[in-house]
């Protein structure tokens, strides 16, 4: 829903909170005492499980890799494990670049090449096998599916550990040696023979500019004579941003374009059906991670939803109960967390939540679930969000259903509000909420506290939007269920920065050529002005929009007149394209 700022001066927000049950742990091989990262679907599992394996950057652990590692696999029920060999990140023992550029220094590059392919198939080798034996430990990992993958010379151990065999089920190599494949005949010579004696599944992929292309070529050639009838080798076709088409898919932010692939590939291997990934991020161009949830299953002729909340700064909890239980069992609804609250992206630098990367974002959202035209249903601050991205992308929206909404144009619209809002509220009532909304945000209280004083400030915020302020049962939605930190940030920082990107707005003119069917929903007793809102209707194209005013309703129409309201979706919703 549109929220007023409830606090002023911004400050640093806390860093994201932790997904997907992560978890620094510490293993050992002889006496190096070496640290990885676990994740693992909420549950007690076992679950089938990904050994990944990082490359041959110094420091793995402080970057996107393995967040965004966890955010394909963990969604589709597996637990990950990335052990970080000897050198790299806090590990103990020498870097592998060290020991091979010292190599270089004294002996010449013919010494560091033939040192490199034995300390891979040795110690670099023992290390990740030592991180497999400790993940078959864990309580959760299913020691009898655990499956390896890997990019560039996490590539190389891959191919390696399949190879050993080490009851792996199955593995996938991202760019194996495409750095170091050039002149590099002792690497390669090690490679094909590794591949010749894999007796598992393998699927090697490539970006369609990395260093060299040989390796899918060569390799996959090799196993093909060696009757390895399992060994996939394949180049991705040049479909992706220029910046993804490189090595290693471009690292965090190319992984979106092997995803569902390597999701498959392992289910296939492990005789898993799949099941539809429920919940999730979705990692942008940006390398930000946007929260998302899908109700609903698909079929024939079942349509695709994706809903935008308000706030700015709330969260799909805000919307989800009452919009699921309406939606879902006729249609398939995508629900996201706007960056900037709930479980979605908390950014320390603030110019990443304005208005047109939120319109990037939802653009992100539709590629990535592979939708070419979008249904959008938003609710409050979210149809002006919505309407954005039709302005911007209108060939992209197939309709759009906005419920409540703030006007198309700024212009006296937030002195009219407050002021409707205000009269609804006594004095006391509003010093209040004004307390609740600064312990909201107050990073010293517990999140049990915080929690509490979103419930307490919603408890009276909510009255003055609702046609019967006594009947708050009807919201089913919960405002204050998403993550704490998403709460304090959104209510700080998020609203105000977010609201203040779109200036002094104003669509009217640009809404006159979109050509998108558009139903308007407005309580006739919201404090949000019918006057202003009915320019949505009167800016698009005769014909376009249509406003349905819901007598004894506000805010919430689609929860205080579910008989009016929601057969008029459906009506909406099923009517062919105009």
Known sequence: MFALATVGAAQSAAAQSRIFNK??????????????????????????????????????????????????????????FAPM???????????????????????????????????MGTEQLDDQLAGLAYARTLPFVDANRVVVAGCSYGGIETLLAAERGAGLKAAFSISPAALSWQGHTVLQHRLIDAVRKID????????????????????????????????????????????????????????????????????????????????????????ARLYYRIAGEPGPGVDTIITVHGGPGLDMESIYNDFAAMLSPTHVV????????????????????????????????????????????????????AASYALAHPANVKRMIFFGPVPPRRGDFFMRYGRNLNARLDSAQRARMSVDS?????????????????????????RPRLADPEQLDAVKSDLCATDVRGIRYGN??????????????????RLHSLR???????????????????????????????????????????????????????????????
């Not at 000897?86 to 091979?100: A, F, L, N, V």
């Not at 550029?101 to 013919?110: D, E, F, L, N």
């Not at 603030?350 to 539709?366: C, H, M, P, V, Y």
């Not at 600064?438 to 909510?462: H, I």
């Open 23 to 80: 978890q620094r742990v510490t293993y050992t091989n002889g006496p190096l005492t070496l640290v990885g990262y676990v994740y693992h679907p909420d549950g007690r599992g076992p679950f089938p499980t990904v050994i990944w394996n990082h490359g041959s950057e110094h420091d793995p652990g402080r970057g996107p890799q393995f967040d965004s590692v966890a955010a394909i696999f963990v969604p589709a029920g597996y637990a990950v």
């Open 85 to 119: 060999r000897r050198g790299h990140s806090d590990s103990q023992g020498q870097w592998i670049q060290d020991t091979i550029h010292a190599t270089v220094s004294r002996q010449g590059m013919p010494a560091a090449e033939r040192l490199m392919v034995r300390l």
């Open 200 to 287: 598992m599944p393998v699927l090697l992929i490539q970006p369609p500019k990395d260093a060299s292309l040989e390796p899918a070529r060569v390799l996959g050639e090799a196993a093909k004579k060696a009757g390895r009838r399992s060994f996939t080798a394949k180049v991705y076709p040049p479909t992706m941003p220029e910046a993804q088409q490189a090595h290693c898919f471009g690292g965090a932010i190319g992984m979106r374009n092997w995803a569902a692939e390597a999701v498959s590939f392992f289910n296939g291997v492990l005789g898993r059906t799949g099941r539809q990934v429920r919940d999730g991020y979705v990692l942008t161009s940006d390398s």
């Open 334 to 385: 995508i629900f996201y967390d706007q960056r900037g609250g709930g479980k979605s992206e908390l950014p320390a630098d603030t110019t990443r939540l304005f208005a047109s990367r939120q319109i990037q974002d939802l653009d992100e959202l539709r590629r990535h679930f592979g939708l070419e035209k979008l249904t959008l249903v938003a609710h409050s601050y979210g149809p002006l969000l």
């Open 438 to 462: 600064r312990r909201m945000v107050d990073t010293s209280l517990s999140d049990a506290d915080t929690r509490a004083a979103c419930r307490d400030y919603w408890k009276l915020g909510l």
């Open 492 to 509: 700080r920082i998020g609203n105000r920065v977010i609201m203040s990107s779109y200036g002094d707005w104003d669509l009217r003119e």
């Open 516 to 578: 998108v069917p558009l139903l308007v929903i407005h309580g006739e007793q919201e404090t949000i002005p019918m006057d202003l809102v009915e320019e949505w209707v009167t800016s698009m194209p005769a014909g376009m929009a249509t406003l349905l005013k819901v007598p004894r309703a506000a805010h919430f129409t689609y929860a205080e007149r579910r008989d009016v309201v929601w057969p008029a979706v459906e009506r909406f919703l099923s009517a062919d394209e105009r």
